[in-house]
């Protein structure tokens, strides 16, 4: 086709992107609140409407502030829901933040099946502002799933699993592996859409911190004022989800 190689490839279709060049995000972003992070972002932020994977080292090394200016900027009058977190919610932690008590909502289902069929139910009505949620090994065509339900939705979706998955195949475009160092966490960018990122991004998240919180310490959680425990519906498991 004349003209066809000069061409850019946005627009030819905005789907497309040179494969050393970062994509344009088809979807709204949000601001991770750190800059060195946005740059490294197709779009400069998280987006919405589309599956994103932390894998941390271990629970509790930063993931969660890692999001909060994000969920700082979302809509104020849409939840935050947490779907089988490994802890409690520190209430304490989020008064602290300056983020509505009454937001965030903490589903405690009883499986890995019913978290992940939980999040597929809110993401399909679009519940939320954010959607957290943890698991360990879903089948691959369980996250292909939950990223094109995702997609029929404007919500944050963070899915939080063992780092040991990072060696698996996954369909979320946007991969971060998490490791904690003195004053926050780096952030390797596993998978984005453009080229591969040689190296991890430093974030800052306790500027007065002077050394990184010792592996075996584990903070005390405060219980949720209001906890609002949710079970998935008997009957309803995933089997193409779970493991």
Not at 2 to 19: C, D, K, V
Request: charged share 15%; glycine share 6%; net charge positive.
């Amino acid at each position: 086709m004349p003209g066809f190689s000069s061409q850019r490839p946005e627009h030819i279709h905005p789907a497309l992107w040179r494969g050393t060049q970062l994509a344009r995000s088809q979807r709204p972003v949000v601001s991770t609140g750190f800059a060195a992070l946005d740059r490294e972002l197709p779009g400069q932020g998280w987006p919405l409407g589309s599956l994103i994977e932390f894998l941390p080292s271990r629970p509790g090394i930063g993931e969660i502030h890692l999001l909060r200016p994000a969920l700082e900027h979302l809509s104020s009058e849409r939840s935050v829901i947490l779907v089988h977190p490994p802890y409690e919610p520190h209430f304490h932690c989020w008064v602290d933040w300056r983020l509505q008590a009454r937001r965030l909502l903490w589903v405690n289902p009883k499986t890995q099946g019913d978290a992940l069929w939980a999040a597929e139910q809110i993401l399909k009505h679009n519940a939320c502002a954010a959607l957290l949620c943890w698991a360990g090994a879903p089948h691959p065509a369980g996250l292909r799933r939950l990223h094109l339900v995702a997609q029929q939705s404007d919500t944050l979706f963070v899915l939080l699993r063992p780092q040991a998955q990072a060696m698996h195949a996954s369909a979320a475009p946007l991969r971060l592996r998490l490791m904690p160092v003195a004053q926050g966490i780096e952030a390797f960018i596993l998978k984005r859409r453009g080229p591969s990122c040689d190296k991890p991004v430093s974030i800052v998240l306790n500027p007065a911190r002077g050394t990184a919180p010792r592996p075996e310490h584990h903070e005390q959680h405060a219980s949720l004022v209001q906890p609002v425990p949710a079970h998935a519906q008997p009957g309803r498991p995933l089997p193409a989800l779970a493991s």
